[in-house]
C-alpha cells in the first residue's frame, strides 16, 4: 500500500514564526503536491512538484514555499505564519502527471494564533 | 465562476434509497475525471475513476458527458457508511487535479 506520512498531525504556532510541514512517500512517485482545505472552499492547490528540486505553483501559492531535496520528501514552509494561514494541509503524491491516483496523507491541522 | 461545481449539499436520505450527484467542469480541456470520497477530519480516498464510456463499481456508477461537461455519481441502495462527503475530481494532465467543494450524504437509518 502506498504510504504518505505527514509527521506533524496537529500543531498550534504564533503569528510570524516560521512553520515546516514535512511530507515523506514511500513508493517513489514521482509527483508530489501540497493542498489547503477550508470549509466551503475545499482543496485548494498550493505547490506541486514533478521532480527533485522541481516546482511549480498552484492556485494559491502566496505566502508559502516548498522544497524537494529528496524524491521521497516534500516540505511545505510558512516563512510567517498568519491566522489566516489556520487550516488542513494535506500533502499528496502519484506515479504520472495523466490522471494516475492521488494518494493523501492523513493532514496536518494547524492553528495559527 | 468556479472550475468544478457540485452542489455542497446535504443530501439526506434514508437507507436503501438510490442518490445521485453532479459535477460540472468549465474547462474543456479536462482529460481525466475521478470521484473521491472523505470521511470526516479523514484525507480524500479514490472512490473510483470515471471513464467516457461510464463504469460501475459494485453499488456506485459514473458516468461523464463530455458534451455538457458534467460528471454524475450514481449510489444504490445506500448503507450508513456511504454517508461522506463526495468530491468530483478533474484533471486537465498538467500536474493539477483540480477539486469541487464536494457534496456531503447523509444516510439515515
Known amino acids: 500500500d502506498v504510504k504518505v506520512t505527514q509527521s506533524s498531525r496537529y500543531l498550534v504556532k504564533r503569528t510570524g514564526e516560521k512553520v515546516f510541514l514535512e511530507c515523506v512517500q514511500d513508493m517513489d512517485h514521482e509527483n508530489m503536491f501540497w493542498y489547503r482545505q477550508d470549509p466551503g472552499l475545499g482543496l485548494r492547490l498550493i505547490y506541486f512538484s514533478y521532480d527533485v528540486k522541481m516546482k511549480e505553483k498552484g492556485d494559491i501559492p502566496e505566502g508559502y514555499s516548498v522544497s524537494r531535496e529528496k524524491k521521497e520528501r516534500f516540505s511545505l514552509i510558512l516563512e510567517s505564519a498568519s491566522t489566516n494561514q489556520t487550516s488542513m494541509y494535506l500533502c499528496a503524491s502519484s506515479q504520472t502527471i495523466s490522471g494516475n491516483t492521488i494518494y493523501f496523507g492523513e493532514g496536518s491541522w494547524l492553528t495559527v494564533v | 465562476r468556479k472550475e468544478v461545481e457540485q452542489d455542497p449539499g446535504p443530501f439526506n436520505v434514508p437507507e436503501g434509497a438510490t442518490v445521485a450527484f453532479n459535477c460540472t467542469y468549465s474547462?474543456?480541456?479536462?482529460?481525466?475525471f475521478f470521484w473521491y470520497r472523505q470521511d470526516c477530519r479523514k484525507e480524500p480516498k479514490l472512490l473510483m475513476s470515471v471513464y467516457s464510456s461510464g463504469n460501475e463499481d459494485g453499488r456506485f456508477t459514473a458516468q461523464l458527458n463530455r458534451a455538457s461537461q458534467y460528471i454524475s455519481l450514481l449510489i444504490r441502495d445506500s448503507k450508513l457508511s456511504d454517508s461522506a462527503t463526495y468530491l468530483c475530481?478533474?484533471?486537465?494532465?498538467?500536474?493539477?487535479?483540480?477539486f469541487g467543494q464536494g457534496t456531503t450524504l447523509q444516510v439515515k437509518p
Open positions: 474547462n474543456s480541456a479536462s482529460q481525466s
Open positions: 475530481v478533474v484533471n486537465r494532465n498538467t500536474g493539477k487535479l483540480i
